[in-house]
C-alpha cells in the first residue's frame, strides 16, 4: 500500500479532492487501469483503498472505510465509518452505505440505494463447512435495507422494496414490498414508506 499520489501512474484521483492524511490508496497492477477517484472526493482519515478500484466522482467516506480490490463505484456515492465493502462488487449512484456496513465479495448494489447501521449482508451460506460458489445479495435501485438488518447470501431485494430495521432476510423480495420480521415475512409497503427514496 502507498500513500495516495496524485502523479502516481498507477492511482487516479481527480479534481477539487480532499483526502486526509492516513488514507492509504493501493496503485493497480495496470497503468493502462489505474486505481482511480473521480472528482470532488472527500476521503477521511483510516480510510484503506486498496488496488483495481474504479470510484465516480463525489464520493464521500466516514472513517475507516475499507474498499477491497475489483469493486466498481458510481456517483455521488456515500460509505460510511467502519463500513466493509470486501471486493468483487459493484454499486450504482447515489448509494449510501451508514456506519459499519458489511458488503461481501460477489454482490450487486443498484443506484438509490440505502442500507442503515450495522446491515449485514453476507454470501456464504455454510460458512467454513461447505466449499460453495460465494453469491452475495444483489439489492435492485431504490431498496432500502434498515439497520441490523441481515441479508443472507443470493437474495435479491427488489427495485422499491424495503427491509426492515433488524429483518433476516432468506428468500427474495419482490420489488416495491416490506420485509419484516425474522425469517423476513412480506408485506405490502405502507403509505408512509412507499415513496421512491431520494438520496440525491
Known amino acids: 500500500m502507498t500513500e495516495p499520489r496524485a502523479d502516481a501512474p498507477s492511482v487516479s484521483v481527480g479534481r477539487d479532492c480532499r483526502i486526509d492524511d492516513g488514507v492509504r ?7 493502462e ?7 470532488g472526493a472527500r476521503v477521511r482519515s483510516g480510510t484503506v483503498i486498496y488496488p483495481d478500484v474504479r470510484i465516480g466522482e463525489n464520493f464521500t467516506t466516514g472513517h475507516d472505510a475499507i474498499v477491497r480490490e475489483r469493486t466498481w463505484i458510481g456517483d455521488d456515492v456515500l460509505v460510511g465509518t467502519k463500513t466493509v465493502i470486501d ?33 449485514v449482508l453476507t ?3 455454510y460458512p467454513v463447512r461447505t466449499d460453495v460458489e460465494l453469491a452475495g445479495p444483489e439489492l435492485r ?31 427474495d423480495v419482490p420489488a416495491r414490498t416490506l420485509a419484516i420480521g425474522a425469517p423476513a415475512q412480506h408485506r405490502e409497503l405502507p403509505p408512509e414508506i412507499a415513496a421512491p427514496n431520494d438520496l440525491s
Do not use: H, K, M, W
Open 87 to 119: 471486493g468483487t462488487t459493484t454499486i450504482g449512484d447515489r448509494t449510501s452505505l451508514q456506519t459499519g456496513v458489511y458488503v461481501p465479495t460477489e454482490t450487486s448494489i443498484g443506484d438509490d440505494v440505502f442500507v442503515g447501521p450495522c446491515a
Open 25 to 31: 490508496i493501493a496503485p493497480g497492477d495496470d497503468p
Open 33 to 39: 487501469r489505474p486505481t482511480s477517484i473521480g472528482d
Open 141 to 171: 435501485d431504490g431498496a432500502t435495507v434498515g439497520a441490523n438488518a441481515t441479508l443472507l447470501p443470493g437474495v435479491a431485494v427488489g427495485e422499491g422494496a424495503f427491509v426492515a430495521a433488524g429483518a433476516v432476510v432468506t428468500e
Open 123 to 125: 454470501n456464504d451460506p
